[in-house]
């Protein structure tokens, strides 16, 4: 009775062992297909993500939402220039309008920086730009070199 007693909980033993074995071959294939799989599934899922609707109208807003930025920028750039030439040179109203105007015409030089990388972002953002923007707007000293900015030929 002993040794019957033994076989059988060496077989649930051995049961247990095999299940636990075969879950876990179950889980590392599942992980091996997903690891085999990763390149192919990620490029499908950027590729979805990318042509979906809201994606497309926030890419495309951008461009638009960027050049305006920019176009205000010169706007406060060119009222600040005027106020300059309103104020006596070295009073404190003088300084502060000059350190206001250096600071709008380095925001200015950020966000042309920006409009040109989005825009070069062929594979997402720049796909989306609309064809009377333009595709890179030349970063030149403004007012005196480049003049305003255009964003849309129509």
Known sequence: MKNKKEGE???AVLVVVGVLVAVWLIVFASFGIRV???GIV???EAHIQIQSAEFRLEAYQ???NQ???I???EGKIDALTDQLGQLQPGTREHNYTLSSLTGAKGLRREAIARYNQDALKDYTEGQFRDKDLPYQIL???YPNKGGKTICATR
């Open 71 to 73: 176009q205000g920028l």
């Open 36 to 38: 085999a799989t990763a």
């Open 42 to 44: 990620g490029r499908g």
């Open 62 to 64: 951008s461009f638009f």
């Open 139 to 141: 970063d030149r000293e």
């Open 9 to 11: 909980n060496m077989k």
């Open 67 to 69: 050049c305006a930025s």
